[in-house]
């Protein structure tokens, strides 16, 4: 039988680029796909070389997450569903090596062929990959998963899904993939869709999913048991199909994992200490230095380790939501950006242990440079120099304060910047023309730790220039439906960023995802300039143009002023775990992968 699936679509912006160089086409199928050139590792090779492909198997991990949950489909809008049934539970046709920027090897699919140009793409499906049912994943499967993902799934499956002009059956195990558009980056993308039983959905609304279809996946761990919002146990599939597979071997260890949900990260913690979890992922230095001392790590029971990353910073802080009139002069957001005591704040609730955020591509060869744009930044900003804002092209730096409480010298600033927006102080009220006052409504979600305490602060600080925000705090239920439909003013903001950033930049940025509800971009910008560094960015075929194009973008994000900064929590991964939990000594560059378990973690008795 021959399935073939035609349509035709409208044209889309094109091609993710990397940071490597080299030949533009696969002359035949290959184990593997880099963006450009080869992959880095060989057609025999072993494992990924950050695995221990000797590592023991057997073992427990248990770990907390805040918030419940309501969904065991992650591929939906609706619901809230544990994040780690993404990874842990499906499989794609390529899986990713986390010690390159971008390049892929064959998981469900054996390999991949690619046409001269990358306009279309070809997997070859192992004839041995099974889903944990027993059956066979079958080129019918992965067509309906890719269809029904990108009609019925999560916004971010669409963007892909809109650019394949056709996908049809060319052999008993073959799928080819024909794009629209120039997009380079498209024929790494399309093998890195989950696949899903399509038997398992029949008669089924996919859309409405929640917990009453436990997913048959072709995954080395299955779903065993599960109470709604408080944990969901998952088992190694001892019949786990892909067991001898490079790309898995060394990897999925342990025999369980299970995650505990906690009401927020004081009962978390807690239960860490008392044993109920045997793992704890900590984002609070000062936490980590003052806390972590109880007598299960004194005794050497509990080991604490960091494990480093060479990400870029990406971007924390509180997000200034430009859908609403209030937040939509840069003045406005420049002055609450110089308003936030952020000197004063670090110190006073993390010690000053960790620097502030200065840009999203930060700590990285992509970061913007200090000072006025130069060479190919400044030649691909110029045709945009009348939108751009103050400082894309000059040079932008954040605010400082003095550190003291009272934060005095910036608080002026503020309230002549927002002066200049038409705000003014009368009666002790901040007010515009029209005498309405200036007031906003700070979102939380549960388990805010020390976004809360950054708050209190915050707002007694806003207090002084006449300013009376409202702090809305609510479960984590709430707070997915809420920024879901983008129904806030400001709220706590983290978007991770890549070595190699692709499509995916115009889900967070682009214009055309201002009103597409579920899509990441919270604070609502619609900038051409960003849109232009994207493509650009895209459709480079230099390492030069890429990295100016991604520097460029970084100007545009941070002198658009939507967020206010905080530290970098992130800049290492902080992992306590019991002694018997053991990871490689090798770090892939995306390290913190290594610190996001169990991957390939195993359990050693001591």
Not at 263 to 279: I, M, P, T, V
Not at 325 to 343: G, P, S
Not at 486 to 510: C, I, K, V
Request: aromatic letters at 12%.
């Amino acid at each position: 039988m021959c399935l073939n699936f035609f349509r035709t679509l409208g044209t889309a912006t094109s091609v993710g680029a990397l940071i490597l160089s080299g030949s533009l086409a696969l002359a035949e199928p290959q184990h593997g796909i880099a963006m450009y050139g080869d992959p880095q590792l060989p057609p025999d090779f072993v494992s990924l070389p950050y695995a221990n492909p000797d590592a023991p198997t057997g073992g427990t991990i248990v770990t907390g997450e805040v918030g419940s949950f309501d969904s065991l489909n992650p591929h939906i809008l609706k619901g809230s569903t544990p994040w780690q049934l993404r990874f842990l539970a499906y499989e794609s046709l390529m899986g990713r090596n986390w010690d390159e920027p971008f390049a892929l090897y064959g998981l469900l699919a054996e390999s991949i062929d690619i046409g001269p140009n990358r306009d279309w793409v070809e997997f070859t499906l192992r004839p041995e990959a099974r889903f944990s049912d027993g059956s066979p994943v079958t080129v019918e499967d992965v067509m309906w998963s890719y269809e029904t993902l990108g009609t019925l799934g999560h916004p971010r499956y669409h963007g892909v899904w809109n650019k394949i002009a056709s996908m049809e059956q060319t052999g008993e195990h073959k799928i080819k993939f024909t794009f629209n558009v120039e997009d380079r980056e498209l024929a790494l993308l399309v093998g890195m869709r989950p696949i899903m039983k399509k038997a398992q959905w029949e008669g089924k609304d996919f859309t409405q999913s929640g917990l009453d279809t436990i997913p048959i996946t072709s995954a080395p761990y299955v779903i065993e048991d599960f109470e709604a919002g408080r944990y969901v146990t998952l088992k190694r599939d001892p019949d786990y199909w892909g067991r001898d597979v490079p790309y898995r071997k060394g990897t999925n260890n342990l025999d369980t994992i299970r995650l505990e949900f906690f009401s927020d990260g004081a009962a978390q913690f807690e239960g860490f200490k008392a044993g109920l979890l045997n793992s704890n992922r900590e984002t609070s230095p000062v936490k980590w230095a003052q806390q972590y001392n109880f007598p299960a790590v004194e005794s050497g029971k509990v080991v604490k380790s960091e494990i480093p990353h060479a990400r870029p910073t990406g971007i924390s802080g509180f997000v200034m939501n430009t859908r609403r009139d209030i937040f939509k002069d840069w003045r406005v957001r420049e002055a609450l950006i110089t308003a936030f005591n952020f000197e004063y704040i670090n110190e006073t609730v993390s010690g000053s242990l960790q620097p502030r955020i200065t840009s999203y591509f930060g700590n990285s060869l992509l970061g913007m440079q200090e000072g006025p744009a130069t060479g190919l930044v400044a030649e691909f900003l110029a045709p945009f120099k009348d939108e751009l804002l103050p400082g894309a092209l000059e040079g932008y730096t954040l605010p400082k304060g003095d550190g003291s409480a009272r934060n005095r010298a910036n608080l002026r600033k503020a309230l002549s910047l927002l002066e200049e927006a038409g705000w003014t102080v009368q009666d002790g009220v901040l007010k515009n023309a029209e005498g309405q006052p200036f007031t906003f409504d700070i979102l939380l979600g549960a388990g805010g730790g020390e976004d809360d305490a950054m708050i209190d602060i915050y707002v007694e600080g806003l207090k002084r220039m006449g300013i009376e925000p409202t702090v809305t705090k609510i479960d984590s239920a709430q707070y997915k439906e809420r920024t879901n439909e983008f129904d806030f003013d400001m709220t706590s903001y983290r978007r991770g960023l890549s070595l190699s950033p692709g499509n995916e930049q115009l889900q967070y940025w682009a214009c055309d995802q201002v009103d597409v509800p579920g899509s990441r971009n919270w604070m609502g910008m619609c900038s051409p300039a960003a849109e232009a560094m994207i493509d650009k960015m895209l459709n480079s075929e230099s390492r030069d143009d890429y990295i100016a194009a991604v520097r460029a973008l970084d100007r545009v994000l941070t002198s658009g002023r939507y967020v206010i900064p905080i530290q970098d929590r992130f800049d290492v991964s902080r992992i306590a775990h019991v002694a018997e939990l053991h990871y490689p000594e090798r770090i892939p560059a995306y390290g913190d992968w290594i610190g996001f378990q169990p991957d390939v973690w195993w359990w050693e008795d001591q």
